[in-house]
């Protein structure tokens, strides 16, 4: 054989060996990398699914929030309306009841009005609600205001001594009005016929050095006050 014929030969061998271990390379990177192309596209995926149920929760947890929210925002106008609901009464019922230093202040002729009835309740310390004996006693003078012409209502809050003036006189206030808003819800008195007045501890009925004096002292008195000029009037019509 031919030197240029060996050298053919040579030639495509080295081809041959060359092209085999091209392919091998090839074949060797892609089985390594194979598998780190898919366990990146599977992080991929979790990556996108952890994505998508984060925003889930969070899609979620803003919902939450705006319904806790306008649930906040209504309640908080309910309470703004039920605050003004309260505001006016109180403002009504302050303009229909008549409050005063003392009866003489505010009524006129006075002189024309006698006393008729009264009755007195008591409450327990720094309280202001009715007990059922309370009402009962409230409930027995109401029924003597079925014949009484003209009349009017002093309503009279006391404390003992303990504490501060001004509490108090607001503790006196609070106590006659309670009385008030029994009188009138229960016997339907109309609120122009009271008139309340406040001391506070001023005016003492009995001695504070004693639980018995305190006790009598932490009252409201309710005197039945007559017109007797009205009165003598509708008898003399009547007759």
Same mark, same amino acid.
Do not use: W
């Given at each position: ?10 030639l ?10 091209g392919c ?5 990177v ?7 192309v ?5 992080l991929?995926?979790k ?6 149920q ?7 947890a ?6 806790a ?6 309640a908080?106008?309910n309470a703004?309306?039920?605050s003004? !609901?309260?505001?006016?009464? $109180?403002? %009504?019922a302050?303009? /229909? ?5 003392? &009866?003489? *202040?505010?009524?006129k ?5 006698k ?17 059922r004996?309370e009402?009962?006693?409230l409930?027995?003078f109401a ?11 002093e ?7 303990t504490?501060? !003036?001004?509490?108090?006189? $607001?503790? %006196?206030?609070r106590r /006659? ?5 029994? &009188?009138a *819800?229960?016997?339907?008195i ?13 005016k003492?009925v009995?001695?504070?050095?004693t ?10 008195e ?14 003399a019509t009547?007759?």
């Amino acid at each position: 054989m031919s030197g240029y014929q060996l050298g053919i030969l040579s030639l495509a061998a080295g081809l041959a060996v060359a092209g085999a271990t091209g392919c091998a390379t090839k074949n060797y990177v892609r089985n390594e990398t194979a598998p780190l192309v898919d366990r990146t596209n599977q992080l991929n995926e979790k990556t996108a699914a952890n994505n998508r149920q984060i925003h889930g929760v969070d899609d979620r947890a803003q919902s939450g929030i705006r319904q806790a929210q306008g649930s906040a925002d209504a309640a908080s106008r309910n309470a703004q309306d039920a605050s003004k !609901a309260a505001g006016d009464a $109180e403002s %009504s019922a302050n303009t /229909a009841v008549h409050r005063a230093d003392s &009866l003489e *202040s505010v009524v006129k002729g006075l002189d024309n009005y006698k006393p008729v009835a009264d009755v007195a309740v008591t409450f327990g310390f720094d309280k202001a609600v009715l007990t059922r004996e309370e009402r009962e006693q409230l409930d027995g003078f109401a029924a003597q205001l079925g014949s009484a012409t003209g009349y009017i209502l002093e309503v009279t809050g006391g404390t003992d001594s303990t504490g501060p !003036a001004e509490y108090n006189y $607001e503790l %006196s206030q609070r106590r /006659a009005d309670v009385v008030v808003q029994y &009188l009138a *819800s229960k016997h339907g008195i109309p609120a122009h016929r009271f008139y309340l007045i406040g001391i506070g501890k001023d005016k003492a009925v009995a001695p504070n050095t004693t639980a018995e004096g305190r006790k009598q002292n932490r009252r409201v008195e309710v005197r039945l006050l007559e017109n007797t000029v009205a009165a003598s009037t509708q008898t003399a019509t009547v007759q």
